[in-house]
Structures are given as C-alpha cells and as structure tokens.
C-alpha cells in the first residue's frame, strides 16, 4: 500500500455517486461543496479500488453536519423566510444565491520563470475561467530561455505575455500592475491551478464592499501523490479555513496588533488587490520574495501593509486554487528554510518602515519562534511520528538566516534597478542569470 | 474592567426581520459592532454581533453571521441549538440523509463475496463438533468455508471430531495463544471476509448473514455481534453476567474515527465493542501497514489473558475504518459452570485489561490508557466494593479483590507474553489470496502435516 491519497471534489448540490478507479490509494480526502462554497475536508480510508456514496455520505455528516446546513442557511437567507422558520425538505432544495450585480473587470497575472511544464497547467485552468470582463497575464521573470514565451504566443491567443527582466517575483507582481487593465488584479503562481469559479468568487467580494482593498482566498492540495506532499499539508499547508474573516484595524485605538502574524491571511498563490490600493500604499518590495536573498514574505508584507495603512482585507475561501505542493522531499525543505527566511524578512522589512510597530514585531517575532519552531522542535523529541525534527530545523536555520538577509536584499534590488535604469537588462537569460542576488556583491 | 473596555468599542443596535428581504447596514460608520436581533416576524430568535470596524455591513455578510450565529433557530421545530449536542448530531444526519445520492451501489453485500469463517479450539471436542454442527446449518446464499485452527495438535482430539466434516479446513498452531492461532486462521481463510467465533457458542442459522451484513459499506472494516448466555443454570454462571458478561446490549453501535477521537482525556472504551467469539473482519485489513494481525502477546493462551480482539478493534478504527456493533447478530455461549473456572476467568480479564492498555501506550503511545489505569479502573473497583458493603450488589468481594489482584499482575503478564513471542516468533504475516503459493485447501493440513 502507498500513502498516497486521493483528492477529489464533492458538491452537494449535486447527486453524491461512488468514486471509483482509486487503485493505489491509502485514503480519499475529499473537499466537500454545497453551490461552489467549500464546507470542509472528509478523509475516508479506502478498501479496494471505490469508495461508495454512503461512505462519503456518512463522513460527511459526522464531520461536517452542522457545518453543511449553515451554508445551506447561508444560501436559503438571501430570500426571505416564511414566518414559521425553515423546513428541513426545503433547506436542502436550496438555490445558489451569490452575488449577482454589476461585476468589475479583472486582470490574472501569472508570475513564472524557467517552469514552462507547470505553467501550462495554470494556462488550461486560467482560459477556462468563465468572467466576462477578464485579462490573463503572463509575467515572464527574468527568464533564463524562451520556452515561456514561446507556449504563450503559440498556444494562447487570450493570453497577454510580458516580459520582466529585473529578477524576483516581487518585480514582476509590479509589473503585473503596470500591465494590468483590469480594477482588480488577482495573482496565482505558475504551479497553482484555478477553480472554475475563482476569479467569479474574488469579484463578488470586491463588488458588492467598496471597502474592500485586498482579499485572499482557499488554497486546496492539487494532489497528495507523494509523502512530501501530505507532509506540507500536515505541516500546516495553504488553507486557511472554511470561514468567510473579515480584517481591519480598529482606526480608534490603534492598539491591534493581530496582523502581524500575516500568514494567517493566506499566500501569494491565491490573492487579489483593488489596483487603486497600490497608489495609495506603494507596490511590492521588489527586495522580498522569491528570486532575491529573501526568497519570500512578499506577499506576506503585502497584506500586513494594506492592513496597516488602515484598509479592509477579506479572507474568502469560495475562492478556490489548487496548489500543486512541492513533490519530493529535499524540495519540501529548501521550501520551508526559504519560509523561515522570507518571514523574518518581512518582520524586518515591516519594522524598519513603521517604527512605531517595531516593538509589537519583536514581541511577535519572539512569540512564533517560541509557538512554531521550539515548541514544535521539543514535540519531535516526544511525538517523532509527527514531524519529521529536520524539517523543523530546516526552517529554524531559514528564520536565522532571515534576520539579516533583508538589508542585503535591499541593496541588491538598489542595483538592480540602477542597472535596469542603464538599460542592461533587455537580453534573454544571460544578463538577468549574471545578475541573480545569490552572487550579488 | 471588561465594561469600561466596551464603553470604548461603541456597538450599534438593529433589529432584522428575516420574513423581509435583507437591506444592507449603511448607516452604521460610527460604530465598531453591529449587534443584529434577529426576528422571525414577531417572533425574537436571539442575536448575533458583527465587527463592521466602522465599515457597512452588506447583505452577504450579514446572512454569514445569522446562519453561523443561529442555525437552530431558523430550523423549524428545532429550540435552541447551542444547548443539546444529541440533537445536534440528529440534525446533522438528517441533512445527509436528505443529500441526493446518484449511482450509489445498493446497501447489500454482494452474493459472491466469499466468507470464511475460523474457529479456534483448544481439546474441547464435544463443544467444537456443537459448533460445527451450528455452522454447517447457516443458511447463506454465499460460499462459506470453514477453518479450525487447533491450538494442541499433539492430544489428536480435535481431528477426530473434523473428520466428521469432510468440508472443513483443519490446520494446526502448535504455539500456545489464541491471537497465534486465530493469525493461522487468517493466513489460510480464502474469504474477503473472516469471521471468528469459539468453540463453546452456538448460533441460529441466520446468524452468519446477519453478521455480515454492514459489510456492505466499504468503510466497514469489522463488525461484532452480540454474545448472549446459553445457560445460567450455576452460581458461577449467573456471577458471570454479573460481572458483564459476554453481552454489550440490544441497540447497534457505530465506532469511527470521530469516536476514537471523541475524548482527549478518558480510554477509548473499544472493550465495549464485543469481542472475537462474535466477529467478522474485511481480511484486506490484515495487511493494512498500521493495523496487521493480531498481537500475538495478548489474548487467552498467553499470561496476558485477554485483549486480542480489543487492540484489533483499536487499530482498526484508528487506522480510520469503522466497526458496527450488530445486536441481531448472536450467539449463544456456554459459561463456565464452576466457580474455579470462573475465577480463573475473571483474573484473565482482569490482567488483559491492563495488557491491552499497555500495548496502546507502549505501541501507538495514547497517553490515555494511563489515566484509564491510574485514575478510573481503580476507582471503578473502589466503587463496586462500596456497592457491595451498601448490599447495592450481589458481586461477591473475593471476586474484585482477584481482579485488583489481577490488574496489578497485569504488566508482568504482558511482560512475560511479549517473552514468549519473542521466543517463539511472530504469526507469518497475512498475503492475500492471490499472492500465496499454493491453492490453500491443499496447503494447510499439509502444511501443518509438516510442523
């Protein structure tokens, strides 16, 4: 037996029928919907090559019962109720009851560089998104060949395709607003995977709350094949939850402090901006995340910015992505040092721009090495199923390292723009390979 | 202190009726809560609170809040929620029982699902040709195959009895323990499903059918029936119900995962699920990596006593598959008749209640066996001596005093069993039917010729 586990999608709304062919699974992990909305996981170990609607029938309802006639009530209150209260027969024969007014344009940008295999399978997902008013955009990072740029103009007509030869994820997300003609921009990265009704979800949200600036959304497993993978989902995944939160400081006081921990909100993979908010706020640090010395914590900055400047961040979990989570092991754990390093590089990012957070950072700072990396390091010791204590420690080194490497990444992205301002990045690969941070002065 | 910090935090007040359509709160930018009283034309449901953060509150949001913060009140016929988690649980499978189900495969076992069935015994010829003679009586539209597994092939009582059944499998288990030797079973039974029972039980026709029957579900992984007295003619027999007997009631019972996790603190109580003298397992479990066969260091047989079939029922549904108590399924078992038997018996019990609970600990490391042996058995004992001296109950004295006695042995016995084992080797692991070497019917009396 492996330890893979299947993943599917189950609708409510829909007849339950028996999933079959699972030859090769341990268990199913099914991400249970009633019109769309996500209600919640149910794992069924499997016997054999099926499972069988009453199975998932009964999981569902001894794990999720309650949690499915609250999104059914969700649904059924956008009509008025009869006077004696809700009928069991009639709530389950609930219509869909989303938003349906005026929707505003939207632009997807994809950020990539050198992954043109993942990137195809983002492409499919985004060209099948039904919106009306939509603009898919490529954003090819410093790319080191033309492989991208080559499937984009070959294969997707609908797909807008630049290039940003500045490296780091960060520059390129800004070039997405520069390039973008939609009023919201949603980002979802190369190896990520859209849900039918993700930009519908996101647009809803910011047409039906003006105040909204800034909204993140569910990040589902694209797969568990592998034990990497399932790690990453116990090791805390993506997903933040089935419940619709609502951010804002409290303008009064200025005493909340909650959004410093900024990965509760969600990840780069799955979030979306009003583009005005970036006027008023300034763009992404091109001195964090991915393709720097920082190697992340862009987005996390991002979000901890918009609430900070005193905006309305929404987490939505109707909006759907599946991430595809890194396959093998040694990959899992260059991914959580890089973690390690582009969380305390956004603490430090955030505290040398609002010194009067400086403390509340240091506080918190202290609070998640204690709660996440000693606490759960003492665990292994005690519980070593649970965790492998390498993994662990791989993100403890990342958040030693993430301390000092912000002002260097900062340096290097002053560089990098002067020479972007001389005009030597132009070139296909060879200046931009020269120019990466890592052999940086 | 908490009403001067509320003072601080100004909450508007507005009352929704919720047989008119839903309006947007605009008008509520000078406040940080919204508190919604939340009406059913004149009826008031209760209340929920918003934290607009000075922002409006739009119609979305608003119906989140009312159908997280009261789902029970909106429900017809249902009072109040929050106040009773069984009606909670009633409502929850009222919802999926509503779901549409489509193709769904229907909710019987399929005629050509083989079953076999594994009878240990232990030179108790007259009982087992009883039992057999019950088995070979069932009434089921399936194959049904029939193991005896004897566990001291060197008397030769138990083959002369088998002769008597040309269709029964006979093999040997020369080590002492029933978990070696129901494994043995196992190894050679050729069903998708295994059912075990005793040689001392008798059943009535319509007992292996109805067993079987929640097999049907493919989360089912065990099922148990109900073990009911067949004579309670002696005082010891009569002390043994007392005690609890074999029985675990009328009402059926489902153990799943959320039953398993369903208190941090207590045991999970799997004795209360039934035991192996009434039971049927899915045998692709046994070569399940976190479940496997039995532990051979428990059970009768072994200083330990008892406790196989409870650590199976324990892995089983920890691994995430779901075990069904069938009370319609019974059987009828002769108890010991004299009071040494008994005795013997109840210290058995005694000491694999605190084996099993070890290996929970030692094997799968649940801390809360520990408050099971430490806190609540112990208490569970005191008490039922102070029923007795209160003339509450009949159950004599000397009686618990040998099962304190027998939980304190408990760990040496385990100790000693996990010796043995070690000693004389663990069961061969389980192969499924395809995977083995021979045609079993061949292979295991030869097999067993050949110890």
Request: glycine share 8%; aromatic share 8%; net charge positive.
């Amino acid at each position: 037996m492996t330890e893979a586990i299947k993943v599917v999608d189950v609708e409510l709304s829909r007849p339950l029928e028996d999933i079959t062919a699972l030859d090769g699974y341990q268990s199913l992990q099914a991400l249970v919907r009633f019109h769309g909305t996500p209600i919640g996981y149910v794992t069924v170990p499997l016997l054999g090559d099926r499972c069988s609607a009453a199975a998932l029938r009964r999981a569902i309802s001894n794990e999720h019962g309650m949690d499915v006639i609250r999104h059914m009530l969700r649904h059924r209150l956008a009509a008025p109720l009869p006077r004696d209260g809700v009928d069991m027969d009639e709530l389950v024969q609930t219509p869909s009851a989303d938003y349906d007014g005026p929707l505003p344009s939207v632009t997807v940008a994809v950020c990539t560089r050198d992954r043109t295999d993942n990137l195809e399978r983002c492409l499919n997902s985004l060209v099948q998104l039904d919106y009306p008013t939509l603009q898919l955009l490529v954003v090819d990072n410093a790319p080191s060949n033309d492989a991208t740029e080559h499937l984009v103009r070959s294969s997707y007509p609908n797909v807008h395709y630049v290039r940003e030869p500045r490296p780091g994820l960060d520059w390129a997300r800004n070039r997405a607003i520069t390039e973008a003609s939609g009023e919201i921009i949603a980002y979802t990265d190369d190896d990520a995977v859209a849900d039918p009704g993700w930009v519908t979800a996101i647009a809803g949200v910011f047409a039906e709350h003006p105040e909204v600036m800034a909204l993140t959304g569910l990040v589902v497993p694209y797969e568990l094949e592998t034990g990497a993978q399932i790690l990453f989902e116990r090791y805390g995944g993506f997903g933040r939850g089935f419940v619709r939160s609502w951010y804002r400081l409290d303008g009064r006081n200025g005493k909340d402090r909650f959004h410093i921990g900024a990965g509760r909100f969600g990840t780069g993979a799955n979030m979306a901006y009003r583009r005005c908010v970036f006027e008023q706020i300034g763009s992404f640090d091109p001195a964090l995340d991915v393709g720097t010395l920082t190697n992340g914590g862009g987005d996390l900055e991002m979000f901890f910015r918009v609430l900070q400047e005193g905006h309305t961040l929404v987490y939505e979990p109707s909006a759907v992505i599946r991430h595809r989570h890194r396959r093998s092991y040694e990959e899992l754990a260059t991914q959580l040092t890089n973690h390690g390093i582009g969380l305390y590089s956004y603490f430090v990012r955030s505290a040398m721009t609002y010194p009067r957070m400086r403390l509340p950072i240091i506080r918190f700072g202290l609070w998640w090495f204690w709660w996440w990396n000693i606490r759960r390091l003492l665990i292994s010791f005690v519980r070593p199923a649970r965790m492998p204590r390498d993994l662990i420690l791989a993100e403890l080194f990342g958040l030693a390292k993430g301390l000092f490497r912000y002002r260097k990444a900062r340096r290097a992205a002053s560089e990098i723009e002067a020479a972007h301002a001389r005009g030597e990045y132009n070139g296909v690969g060879g200046v931009a390979g020269k120019a990466t941070p890592r052999s940086a002065p | 202190m908490i009403r001067l910090l509320q003072c601080e935090y100004p909450t508007a007040i507005r009352i929704v009726d919720l047989c008119k359509p839903l309006n947007a709160l605009s008008d509520v930018r000078d406040y940080n809560t919204v508190r919604v009283f939340v009406s059913l034309a004149d009826r008031l449901l209760g209340s929920v609170d918003i934290a607009n953060n000075g922002q409006p509150v739009s119609v979305s949001r608003m119906r989140d809040a009312i159908a997280f913060g009261l789902p029970g009140e909106l429900l017809r016929g249902i009072e109040s929620l929050s106040l009773n988690g069984q009606i909670q649980t009633s409502l929850a499978s009222a919802v999926t029982k509503h779901m549409k189900t489509g193709n769904e495969s229907p909710v019987i076992l399929a005629a050509d699902i083989p079953v076999s069935v594994v009878v240990a015994t232990r030179d108790r010829p007259d009982d087992l040709r009883n039992c057999l003679q019950c088995l070979s009586l069932q009434v089921s539209p399936r194959r049904v195959e029939i193991v005896v597994v004897d566990n001291n092939p060197d008397s030769g009582l138990t083959p002369r009895v088998v002769a008597g059944f040309p269709d029964v499998i006979l093999v040997n288990e020369p080590r002492q323990g029933l978990a070696y030797a129901r494994n043995r079973g196992f190894g050679v039974a050729s069903g998708d499903i295994a059912i075990t029972t005793d040689d001392d039980v008798t059943m009535p026709p319509d007992w292996l059918e109805k067993l079987i029957v929640p097999f049907a579900n493919s989360n089912v992984a065990a099922v148990t029936g109900n073990t009911l007295p067949l004579a309670l003619d002696t005082v010891s027999q009569q002390l043994f119900e007392v005690y609890g007997g074999l029985g675990r009631g009328f009402k059926s019972m489902e153990a799943n995962t959320h039953w398993f996790r369903s208190s941090r603190r207590h045991a999970v109580p799997t004795w209360t699920l039934g035991a192996t003298a009434n039971a049927a397992f899915r045998t692709e479990v046994f070569s399940h990596p976190q479940i496997g066969l039995m532990d051979e260091a428990l059970g009768p047989g072994m200083p330990s006593g008892v406790g196989e079939d409870t650590y199976l029922f324990y892995k089983i549904i920890k691994a995430g598959y779901e075990l069904i108590y069938v009370p319609d399924a019974y059987v009828w078992h002769k108890h010991r008749p004299d009071m040494p038997a008994l005795r013997h018996q109840i210290y058995n019990y005694s000491k694999g209640h605190v084996a099993y609970h070890l290996t929970t600990l030692l094997r799968d490391h649940d801390l809360r066996a520990l408050t099971r042996l430490i806190i609540s058995l112990p208490r569970s004992q005191l008490g039922r001596i102070k029923q007795r001296l209160l003339g509450r109950s009949v159950y004599p004295i000397s009686l618990i005093m040998l099962e304190i006695l027998g939980t304190m042995v408990g760990s040496w016995a385990l100790w000693r069993s996990r010796r043995r084992v070690r000693r004389e080797g663990r069961s061969e692991p389980w192969v499924p039917l395809a995977k083995r070497p021979l045609p079993n019917v061949a292979n295991g009396p030869r097999h067993a010729v050949e110890k």
